[in-house]
């Protein structure tokens, strides 16, 4: 329990401070085998110290005891054989030398005794050295006084009995003091041995508590760092709710507290860059981006077992709304729609905004009769009139709308039949359209040509045919409409239909256009310098009445050419007039200044009305060719020719009738005071090289200046 409470504590500190204690009980330990390691050395050490100081000195004195009392013996037993004293006189004093080095080395043998104990043996040899010496001297005595004989039969029964005592006492306590120091060395191996596995358990217990304790140490640090690891990674992965531990520890817990503010960073930053990516930050609702990605998800998931609705709706004039009353006018009003759309789309459908004006919306399981009844419910909703900053606004859209899977089987063809549909509405002006109502797809071989019109310009494949135009009054050809036809390598003549939708479609008729008003203005001034004066007209589109450079282009090409700007007439559809009223209107103007004629094409196809005619400064309206179809049989036909004619007139407009095929309807045309007539009736559309000697054989003279 202790020991857990001492772990638990241990790993709520702070890494530092377990490394600190770690290797402050490393460096305790660690002097710990140092300190007994030297302590049992310096026993080990005082001990061979005294071993040598004491037993060996004991040894040493008793064995020099033995050689000196065997050295006074040998003089002693000379003397005996030494009968003249002048002779025994040097061996007396080497005897005596002899002597005082024995009793020297058996005081010293008693001194250490006395330190040592006092021990017997040593007591009982220095009691025999005392009785040696006395029967030593005795017989030493005899030899002087009663002679050699007496002094030898002394030495043989007394002195060489102790002698032999002696040396056997003095041999003993070498004997016995070598056996000590054996035992000595014995116990100094023991005691060594003892030290030595002493050191090594201490040892060993400061190298496995090491062990123990930084394993400890490294599970305190390695789990926390191993889970922070694992946080790091659930976030990488884009767990952004995993749970973040806490962390024991300073560091530990800075590190966790770090990773969870990491964590709901990122998630805070991704939900906005998810926000940027998939919703429109105007409206609040789902971008481009988002919709077609939802979009994608549903047709793969639903294309065969459930019906739905794509549409896309546009306003109608935003630009001019954005001009007039500014941006933020603009911004707001696209708010409000949006507030609208919300109100009125259910959450099972999906609304989105696709970018400037234009909003889409997916409608699952609706058929075709409930998405009009939807598409019709959001126009009531949206036409209510919005006020923005004190200003009415009274918001048209236009709506088109495609089934899915009856109109396409890819979101790619069901999108932009859906913006067909959407621009059919508006040009019909009927609030909404179907895909249904537009004619199929192009075939592949169409698609081909749209992608060789480029290399086709490029390559000089495009010309111009010539439709005379007729003077009913007069019977002469006064004009022409150039026609722009394609004379393909591989598929010979190409009519404009095959191609000219497409171009529009596409947006390649803007480089169309230039390259045929440079080609007519230049044909027109050829047969103007001959003496042929004909009006030569030219289609402009919806793309090319918009185009900024169309008036400079038209001024550059009359001034290069030197043409009068009566001789080119540029025609205008309705649906190009409406698109853009306001610069529609100023780009007419500017033509019109130049001097150049200006014509509304097929007229009554669209919504233009006359009251916005007379505001433009056109020269003619061209009546559509379904009004002059069998005009001389029809009576509304009739009577919607004759009264464009009778209103044209009095607003001091040229009437040119198109279509006009059989003589029937040529004769009503001019019985009716039609001014200019146009068709097949006439002339089919001819080259240029053919169009002037058709118009000199037609007239039957050599070509006068036309008037």
Same mark, same amino acid.
């Given at each position: ?22 290797? *402050? ?32 000195? @004991? *040894? !040493?004195?008793?064995?020099? $005891? ?11 037993? +000379? ?18 030398? #002899? ?5 020297? &080395? ?37 030899? =002087? ?8 039969? %002394? ?8 002698? +032999? #005592? ?33 050191? @090594? ?12 304790? #930084?394993? /400890? ?8 760092? %191993? ?5 790091? =990674? ?19 817990? $800075? ?114 009769? &409930?998405?009009?009844? !939807? ?72 698609? #081909?040509?749209?992608?060789?019109? +480029? ?26 409409? &150039? ?50 004066? @004909? ?29 009068? *700007? ?27 200044? /130049? ?12 919504? *233009? ?9 056109? %020269? ?36 040119? &009738? ?25 002339? +089919? ?23």
């Amino acid at each position: 329990m202790i020991v857990s409470k001492g772990l638990a504590h241990i790993s709520e500190s702070s890494i530092r401070n377990r490394l600190i204690m770690a290797f *402050a009980l490393m460096l305790v330990l660690l002097l710990a085998v140092s300190s007994v390691a030297l302590q049992r050395f310096n026993t080990l050490t005082t001990s061979i110290h005294q071993f040598v100081d004491q037993q060996a000195r @004991i *040894a !040493f004195l008793a064995q020099r $005891a033995n050689q000196h009392a065997q050295s006074a013996a040998l003089h002693l037993l +000379r003397l005996l054989q030494t009968p003249d004293r002048e002779n025994r006189v040097p061996l007396y004093a080497a005897m005596d030398a #002899a002597l005082a080095d024995s009793d020297a &080395a058996i005081g010293g043998l008693e001194r250490a005794g006395l330190m040592d104990g006092g021990d017997n043996d040593i007591r009982h040899l220095v009691e025999l050295r005392q009785r040696y010496g006395e029967s030593f001297q005795e017989t030493v005595e005899l030899i =002087e006084i009663e002679g050699l004989p007496k002094a030898r039969l %002394h030495f043989d029964e007394k002195t060489d009995v102790l002698l +032999r #005592a002696l040396l056997a006492s003095t041999l003993g306590v070498a004997g016995q003091q070598q056996e000590r120091m054996q035992f000595e060395v014995e116990q100094l191996e023991a005691d060594a041995a003892r030290a030595r596995a002493f050191v @090594i358990f201490l040892t060993m217990g400061a190298l496995l508590t090491g062990s123990v304790l #930084a394993l /400890l140490i490294a599970r305190s640090i390695v789990r926390p760092v %191993h889970k922070a690891v694992a946080v790091a =990674e659930a976030i990488a992965g884009g767990d952004y709710v995993c749970q973040v531990p806490t962390g024991r520890g300073p560091e530990m817990g $800075a590190l966790m507290h770090a990773l969870d503010m990491m964590r709901e960073s990122i998630a805070s930053r991704e939900k906005h860059i998810l926000r940027l990516a998939y919703v429109d930050t105007l409206t609040e609702l789902p971008n481009r981006t988002r919709f077609m990605e939802l979009f994608t998800k549903a047709i793969d998931a639903e294309m065969e077992v459930v019906s739905g609705a794509l549409m896309l709706m546009d306003v109608d004039r935003f630009a001019a709304i954005n001009n007039a009353l500014g941006h933020g006018v603009g911004d707001r009003m696209l708010q409000e729609i949006a507030r609208r759309l919300r109100s009125v789309v259910p959450e099972s459908h999906l609304v989105a905004r696709l970018g400037g004006d234009e909003f889409a919306i997916l409608a699952r399981e609706l058929d075709k009769s &409930a998405s009009g009844e !939807f598409a019709q419910a959001m126009l009531n909703e949206l036409r209510a009139p919005m006020m923005l900053d004190g200003q009415r606004l009274d918001v048209e859209v236009s709506v088109g709308i495609v089934m899915f899977p009856a109109d396409g089987d890819s979101i790619t063809s069901l999108m932009r039949r859906a913006d067909l549909a959407m621009t059919l509405a508006k040009r019909r002006h009927d609030g909404f359209a179907f895909g249904s109502d537009i004619a199929s797809e192009a075939p592949h071989e169409q698609l #081909a040509l749209i992608g060789e019109m +480029r290399e086709a310009l490029a390559r000089d494949e495009f010309v111009a045919y010539y439709q005379p135009k007729q003077v009913l009054a007069s019977g002469r050809i006064k004009g022409a409409e &150039a026609l722009l036809r394609w004379r393909h390598p591989e598929k010979g003549l190409v009519p404009p239909g095959r191609f000219i939708p497409f171009a529009e479609q596409t947006g390649f008729i803007r480089e169309i256009t230039p390259w045929l008003l440079q080609h007519v203005v230049r044909q027109t001034t050829a047969w103007y310098r001959s003496g042929l004066e @004909i009006v030569t007209s030219v289609n402009l589109s919806t793309l090319d009445l918009a185009c900024p450079t169309l008036v400079p282009d038209v001024k550059r090409l009359l001034e290069e050419t030197g043409l009068p *700007a009566r001789l080119l007439c540029l025609e205008i559809t309705e649906s190009a007039l409406m698109d853009d009223p306001e610069q529609a209107l100023r780009h007419l103007d500017e033509l019109a200044a /130049l001097g150049v004629k200006l014509s509304i094409d097929d007229y009554g196809s669209g919504q *233009a009305s006359l009251a916005y005619v007379q505001q433009l400064p056109v %020269h003619e309206l061209k009546v559509d060719r379904a009004f002059v179809d069998k005009v001389d049989q029809r009576p509304k036909n009739a009577a919607i020719v004759r009264s464009t004619i009778l209103l044209c007139r009095e607003l001091g407009l040229t009437v040119v &009738a198109e279509g006009a095929e059989t003589p029937e309807e040529l004769a009503w045309l001019a019985s009716n005071d039609c001014d200019v007539v146009q068709g097949y009736g006439i002339a +089919r559309p001819m080259p240029a090289d053919e169009f002037a000697p058709w118009v000199i054989a037609r007239h039957g003279d050599t070509g006068h200046h036309q008037t």
